[in-house]
């Protein structure tokens, strides 16, 4: 029920989510998505995965060499030139559709803010019922700088003109998976 809820709530704010019942399934539904996506390794047109659990657990270099334009190596010029950046999420707020992060990395919010797609993983069990629920969880002294993200970038001018994407991705795609089995 939490789930629907955070998906409910996510997709009203032009987010896209995806479930997926375990690592190799969310993983198949990446490969997927950026082979969608026309990856290559050109400006504009490649991904990069900043470093977290999933991401630390996989074959990097296999994974790189079966999708030409994916790296593992996140500098601001190459977040600038993305087409794709994926990270993953520590928590997700069902009230209102939101990811939560744990930013504190720079390379963190590089992925998650320069290129025009996030690709967002978070584990479902990680969905709380709202910001109080959160904050009972989070632990200040090693979370410096945590990202509360609702849906893709959008701003509107004073006559109410909505833009999407102009201060960070024009889209969000949640990857829910329910069970991330060992990854750290």
Known sequence: MIFDLFQARAEA?????????DRAAALAFIN?????????????SWAIWAPGPLADALDQRALAANLPGLSFQVTRDLAAQAKVGISQAQWGLANTGSIVADST???QRLVATLPWIHLAILPTNAILPDLPALLARIDPTTALYTTIVTGPSRTADIERVLTIGVHGPERLVIVCVDDMGEVG
Request: avoid cysteine.
């Open 13 to 21: 704010v032009s987010a896209e989510v995806h479930r997926a019942p």
């Open 32 to 44: 997927e998505f950026l082979r969608a996506e026309d990856l290559a390794p050109a400006p504009g």
């Open 105 to 107: 990395q720079v390379e």
